[in-house]
């Protein structure tokens, strides 16, 4: 165990001395969540206990420098599972840590002596750091615990990527403990796929056109089980990278569009969510040509239309013109910057002194390397602003 700093010793060992710290604790909880002032004796006798254990453990953190451990996170995984299975709302109990961090730094504040700004800094590290992983923590064990009463696996599903969505099990101990609950392991790397009908604005998405979709993308049960939910209108869907390559055909045959995002990592879900429902809020009808998904490329361009870009102009450009940022392919880039300028192949060919033959196969090239025909309005769009920010 690491020594404790001594001015900071002190004052811990000042305020675990003190047997009113955590009645202080306990009056203020109670006073402040509406939820804890209707707890009987009994009840707040537990409250009490948690209350002690809770502030020993902080102050001895910040104390010594240290961090939260598996033992702790197990016990406030457990505390939050028992206040789920009593119908605790867990906004409420998440409230009740944060006032008793409050009334921690005023009992710090009253007895501060000759601490130091390290210290106070030092303090407020702790209880956010802690306020934090807590809030991961109990959110995953409340999840679970829900999970588990309601005995419902399709739905336990459903709030996992609704979760997911919404930011919450960001980190990867609550993502590998929610996903281990269920017995599933989340894809990664993935395809977060939002997908409507061409007609949008309809009636909201049934789970059954959910279900229906996600038979077609099987791969006869090699890869992780995908997940799905409804947003309104549209279905969202997470899924192995590689069922990419089958959704066009498979939203084409339902009369869908979509947007798949394939570049973010699993503690970005949620931004993987937003820039996919924007994108098909924000593109323009003809950006939906039969067969063909919008992509991170199409989003980000949209994004960077829209005036709130969601990447730099490199990564932008890196996304849309892929291997036509290498050096070697500088003719090709060089053949799409003709094309776009001059308006025609023929023109294009003139202006780089090249058969027209040639120049077409350079464009059947860019097609090949960037799943992007230049020929296209919106794909030619794409590219061209693509090149453009990235030069």
Do not use: N
Request: with cysteine.
């Amino acid at each position: 165990m690491k020594k404790p700093v001594p001015s900071r010793g002190c004052v811990r060992d000042a305020i675990l001395a003190d047997p009113q710290t955590v009645e202080r604790v306990v009056a203020a909880v109670h006073a402040q969540v509406p939820v804890y002032a209707t707890l009987d004796d009994g009840r707040l006798a537990e409250v009490r206990s948690i209350a002690a254990w809770g502030t020993d453990r902080l102050l001895d953190l910040w104390a010594t420098d240290g961090s939260l451990g598996p033992a702790e996170l197990r016990r406030f995984r457990g505390i939050a599972a028992a206040r789920a299975a009593d119908g605790r709302p867990v906004q409420a109990v998440l409230r009740a840590y944060r006032v008793a961090a409050g009334v921690l730094t005023g009992e710090v504040a009253a007895r501060a002596g000759d601490l130091t700004a390290t210290d106070g800094i030092a303090l407020a590290q702790v209880l956010l750091t802690a306020l934090d992983t807590l809030s991961e923590e109990m959110a995953s064990a409340y999840a679970a615990t829900t999970e588990d009463i309601a005995g419902d696996r399709d739905r336990a599903l459903r709030l996992l990527l609704d979760d997911l969505i919404a930011g919450r099990h960001a980190s990867p101990g609550a993502r590998a403990d929610r996903s281990a609950r269920l017995g599933i392991q989340l894809p990664d790397p993935y395809c977060l796929l939002v997908a409507e009908p061409k007609d949008a604005g309809g009636p909201d998405m049934s789970y059954e056109a959910v279900a229906d979709l996600l038979a077609a993308l099987g791969d006869g049960g090699t890869a992780p089980p995908p997940l799905s939910t409804v947003r309104g209108s549209r279905a969202v869907l997470l899924l192995p990278q590689a069922a990419v390559h089958r959704a066009p055909a498979a939203l084409d045959e339902r009369g869908w569009r979509a947007c798949a995002i394939t570049g973010e990592g699993l503690d970005r879900i949620a931004a993987a969510h937003r820039l996919a429902a924007d994108a098909l809020d924000t593109a323009p009808a003809h950006a939906h040509r039969p067969g063909r998904l919008l992509t991170d490329g199409d989003a980000h361009v949209l994004a960077l239309l829209a005036g709130h870009p969601a990447a730099t102009p490199d990564h932008i450009a890196r996304l849309v013109l892929g291997p036509l940022t290498e050096p070697e392919q500088s003719h090709l880039l060089q053949a799409l910057t003709a094309y776009i300028e001059a308006g025609s192949a023929t023109a294009a060919a003139r202006a780089l002194q090249l058969h027209p033959q040639s120049l077409r196969y350079r464009l059947r090239r860019i097609e090949a390397l960037t799943s992007r025909d230049p020929r296209d309005p919106w794909q030619r769009l794409t590219l061209d602003i693509a090149r453009t920010i990235g030069s």
